[in-house]
Protein backbone atom coordinates (compact mmCIF):
# COMPACT_ATOMS: atom_id res chain seq x y z
CA UNK A 1 0.00 0.00 0.00
CA UNK A 2 1.14 3.52 -0.82
CA UNK A 3 1.04 5.14 2.93
CA UNK A 4 3.00 1.73 4.46
CA UNK A 5 5.79 2.31 2.10
CA UNK A 6 5.66 5.78 2.77
CA UNK A 7 5.99 5.61 6.23
CA UNK A 8 8.51 3.34 6.29
CA UNK A 9 10.71 5.26 4.48
CA UNK A 10 9.86 8.08 6.42
CA UNK A 11 8.77 10.98 3.81
CA UNK A 12 7.10 11.04 0.61
CA UNK A 13 7.56 12.84 -2.66
CA UNK A 14 5.33 15.10 -4.14
CA UNK A 15 3.68 13.44 -6.97
CA UNK A 16 3.10 10.73 -4.51
CA UNK A 17 1.02 13.03 -2.14
CA UNK A 18 -0.51 14.17 -5.21
CA UNK A 19 -1.61 10.75 -5.91
CA UNK A 20 -2.45 9.87 -2.28
CA UNK A 21 -4.87 12.68 -1.90
CA UNK A 22 -6.78 11.75 -5.22
CA UNK A 23 -7.20 8.18 -3.69
CA UNK A 24 -8.01 10.17 -0.78
CA UNK A 25 -10.66 12.15 -1.27
CA UNK A 26 -12.55 8.47 -3.34
CA UNK A 27 -12.01 6.75 -0.23
CA UNK A 28 -14.13 9.56 1.99
CA UNK A 29 -16.41 10.01 -0.40
CA UNK A 30 -17.49 6.26 -0.64
CA UNK A 31 -17.55 6.26 3.34
CA UNK A 32 -13.55 4.50 4.16
CA UNK A 33 -13.66 2.54 7.01
CA UNK A 34 -11.35 4.36 9.18
CA UNK A 35 -7.86 2.61 8.72
CA UNK A 36 -7.35 4.24 5.54
CA UNK A 37 -7.89 7.98 7.16
CA UNK A 38 -5.74 7.44 10.07
CA UNK A 39 -2.77 6.03 7.42
CA UNK A 40 -3.17 8.98 5.41
CA UNK A 41 -2.68 11.10 8.41
CA UNK A 42 0.18 9.64 9.55
CA UNK A 43 1.53 10.26 5.46
CA UNK A 44 0.82 13.58 6.19
CA UNK A 45 3.02 14.06 8.67
CA UNK A 46 6.17 12.65 6.65
CA UNK A 47 8.70 15.51 5.57
CA UNK A 48 8.39 15.67 1.59
CA UNK A 49 11.29 14.57 -0.08
CA UNK A 50 11.61 14.81 -4.42
Not at 15 to 42: H, I, P, Q, R, V
Amino acid sequence: MLCNHHIEVGYISTDDLDDLNYLFSSYKALGGNGTGEALYNKVLQLRIKN
